[in-house]
């Protein structure tokens, strides 16, 4: 799938376009983020995601649509373990409910462009060294079995090494300037703790885009198809986060499904080279692995929380 230059721009562009729509749309003035509004900027950013994959088949065809589709579940699905890091740094620094939808767009603006530069380095690295997709795989491998044991990386907000620098070159208010980012006190330019938020979301999405980058390489080798469904499913992650924050206790098993993901996708590009899995076979066996982590998390959590099951 040989994509033109300019083709990059537009989409970048379009991308941009969205976030603003967004923030004018969505979040004209800040306000406390309803379920019912959540629910229906989560369906509308869905349809949006997945109607590109309309674009891509016309465009490629059908495995190029596969492969978009693969890739786009594969993102969403890891961006739901997001969810937990997003809630323990909002929590952290004690973020009004009327900011956290702005602190969260300028996240995932932030998380959209590390993940093009992991997506540039990445498809550079496997271009220049084959070899480059058994170390990809084994490290996709080795981290689902260690999601599997309970073993990841603990976020710690106070050991973030961007927040610590911030701290030692610019002054932080004691308090939020409603949504300003930086404001003058008595002549000195200062950083308001809405800025720090924002910082300590986009970096910490890092730790996860070091995951999910390498994941969406096992299943399509196309850095656009790779960038594409990456930047539309990260567009969703915030409204998933006010949809589904509340409820996250509900999906015991969602890790033991995603570590299952990992793990499968790792032996794929493991074994790419003797034995291609097909992508529509991908798909199948991603999409029921999911289904099968999600309704059996509901189904073993159904009475703990009677007042959701009305929800």
């Keep these: 799938m040989a994509v033109d230059f300019w083709i990059w721009p537009a989409f970048i562009a379009l991308i941009f376009f969205l976030i603003a729509v967004d923030l004018v749309v969505f979040q004209g003035k800040a306000h406390e983020v309803s379920l019912t509004e959540a629910f ?137 300037q409603s949504t300003r980012f930086f404001v003058k006190q008595a002549g000195v330019r200062m950083a308001t703790p809405l800025f720090a938020v924002v910082l300590t979301i986009a970096t910490t999405d890092v730790i996860f885009a070091v995951d999910s980058i390498p994941a969406i390489f096992a299943v399509t080798d196309n850095t656009f198809v790779v960038f594409s469904s990456n930047a539309f499913a990260v567009l969703g992650m915030r409204v998933l986060y006010f949809l589904l924050a509340g409820a996250m206790h509900r999906f015991v098993y969602l890790k033991v499904g995603l570590s299952a993901v990992l793990v499968f996708v790792g032996v794929k590009m493991l074994s790419d080279d003797t034995y291609h899995i097909s992508i529509w076979l991908s798909l199948g066996v991603i999409a029921l692995v ?20 009305s929800a």
């Design 40 to 176: 229906i900027w989560s369906v509308v950013w869905t349809v949006i995601g997945i109607a590109f994959a309309g674009v891509i088949l016309v465009w490629h065809g059908q495995n190029a649509a596969g492969e978009y589709i693969a890739g786009y579940v594969i993102e969403r699905s890891l961006s739901v373990d997001n969810i937990f890091v997003f809630a323990l740094i909002l929590t952290y620094f004690s973020v009004p409910d009327a900011y956290q939808p702005r602190i969260l767009i300028w996240g995932v603006l932030g998380a959209i462009f590390f993940r093009l530069i992991f997506i540039g380095a990445g498809a550079g690295l496997l271009n220049a060294f084959h070899w480059m997709i058994y170390i990809f795989g084994g490290f996709l491998v080795f981290t689902g079995l260690r999601m599997a044991l309970g073993k990841e990386m603990e976020v710690n907000p106070e050991d973030n090494p961007a927040l610590k620098l911030m701290r030692r070159v610019i002054p932080i208010t004691s308090d939020y």
């Design 290 to 309: 999911l289904t099968a982590a999600i309704v059996g998390s509901l189904f073993a959590t159904r009475k703990s929380r009677p007042e959701l099951e």
